[in-house]
């Protein structure tokens, strides 16, 4: 990695060593090499998975500039196969009739992945489509390629959107027919919101929980007195497992 950074410094990186930077930059959510490593560049000779994830990246970063980039260079048949990433790359730079012509054309779509859904409850949400995004995020639940960072996204979704009794129901049938960690998590993070104290006190003394944030998370989202019990345990719990923790 220090030699590829090194020759990109000097401006001798070759160009069959762009992609593997570029996927390590992705990698290490250094968003400031990855500005710096399609500055000027034509992203047409990008594959368009690879694109996808950049503009997640600019996305979640609000790095405007790239955002233009990628509005003014993505291809026809990319904008055709990524609608919802389109849709938030408009929102992003400030274009929200044109993110809402691109959703449409998102809704319209019945073979959308997991990945694909996330950003179009994304961009619905962002545009005060309420409904249309609640919907999505049942369709999320059920989708097929559902893995753990889509898990932990979705789970992110219906608590930004304080629709965690939706999200509650959510998890509880991911618990039941596709068991995972993330699952786990994002259920315990909805029951604490939701003031379910019993069950999750049970679950926190069943499970040795160490993750910090977890942890933390269920303190938060248990106040004001919500779930009272499980914040105490839970408080304990990180105070014993991370010392260290920031005050």
């Known amino acids: 990695l220090q030699k590829l950074l090194e020759l990109e410094r000097r401006g001798e990186l070759p160009s069959l060593a762009v992609p593997v930077l570029l996927d390590l930059a992705l990698l290490a959510e250094a968003i400031d090499l990855l500005e710096r490593l399609l500055k000027d560049r034509d992203l ?14 600019a996305v979640a970063w ?5 955002l233009e980039q990628i509005h003014a260079q993505a291809s026809e048949s990319f904008r055709r196969g990524y609608p919802a990433l389109m849709a938030e790359v408009l ?10 012509a691109e959703v449409a054309r998102a809704q319209a779509k019945d073979d959308l992945r997991a990945r694909q859904l996330i950003r ?3 961009a619905e949400f962002r545009l005060g489509e309420d409904e249309a995004a ?12 559902l893995d ?12 930004s959107a304080e629709r965690t009794r939706a999200g509650l129901r959510a998890f509880e ?10 699952a786990e998590a994002g259920w315990a993070r909805m029951a604490a919101r939701e003031g379910r104290d019993s069950e999750l006190l049970d679950w926190l003394q069943a499970n040795t929980v160490v993750d910090r944030d977890l942890l933390a998370d269920i ?11 499980s914040a105490l345990a839970a408080a304990e719990r990180l105070y014993r497992e991370h010392p260290d923790r920031e005050a």
């Open 62 to 66: 609000r790095r405007n500039a790239l």
């Open 44 to 57: 047409t000779g990008i594959v368009d998975f690879r694109l996808a994830a950049i503009g997640d990246a």
């Open 91 to 100: 929102i992003g730079i400030g274009k929200p009739e044109e993110a809402r």
């Open 134 to 145: 609640a919907r999505t995020l049942e369709r999320i639940a059920m989708a097929r390629d």
């Open 148 to 159: 753990e960072d889509a898990i932990r996204a979705l789970a992110g979704l219906y608590l």
């Open 120 to 122: 179009l409850a994304r």
């Open 219 to 229: 303190v938060f989202l248990s106040q004001p007195g919500l779930a009272p019990r």
């Open 173 to 182: 049938r991911l618990r039941r027919e596709r068991p995972s960690p993330a």
